[in-house]
Nanobody, 126 residues
């Protein structure tokens, strides 16, 4: 059974950086689609970035492209989200998800992901 666990959230000033980590356990295949999502209070869950572990294809939402980078360390079963030039609008609970479809028109569809973590809070404020 695949499980994921996020860490690395916190509070940072605008313009700052954070790195989120997602440890994947229970998966023994060649690779799956891993996604990062976020949800602010009163808002819908939004796809931020995705990566296919085997093909290493990456996808980003328009709002974070150029500021956020998704990457992986296969040896340690960890997927990262490096967030730079953070803005107050990036404040949200961030979730790691596994098992989606890493294609251009589907990577951001939350219902296609099978496994979700508990989330880690990111707050950007001066």
């Amino acid at each position: 059974q695949v499980q994921v666990m996020e860490s690395g959230g916190g509070s940072v000033q605008p313009g700052g950086s954070l790195r989120l980590s997602c440890v994947v356990s229970g998966y023994t295949g060649a690779g799956i689609c891993m996604g990062w999502f976020r949800q602010a209070p009163g808002e819908k869950r939004e796809g931020v970035a995705a990566l296919h572990q085997y093909y290493e294809s990456t996808f980003y939402s328009a709002s974070v492209k150029g500021r956020f980078t998704i990457s992986q360390d296969r040896a340690n079963n960890t997927v990262y989200l490096d967030m730079n030039t953070l803005e107050p609008e990036d404040t949200a609970m961030y979730y790691c998800a596994a098992g989606g479809l890493c294609y251009g028109g589907t990577w951001y569809t939350a219902r296609r992901y099978d496994t979700w973590g508990q989330g880690t809070q990111v707050t950007v404020s001066s």
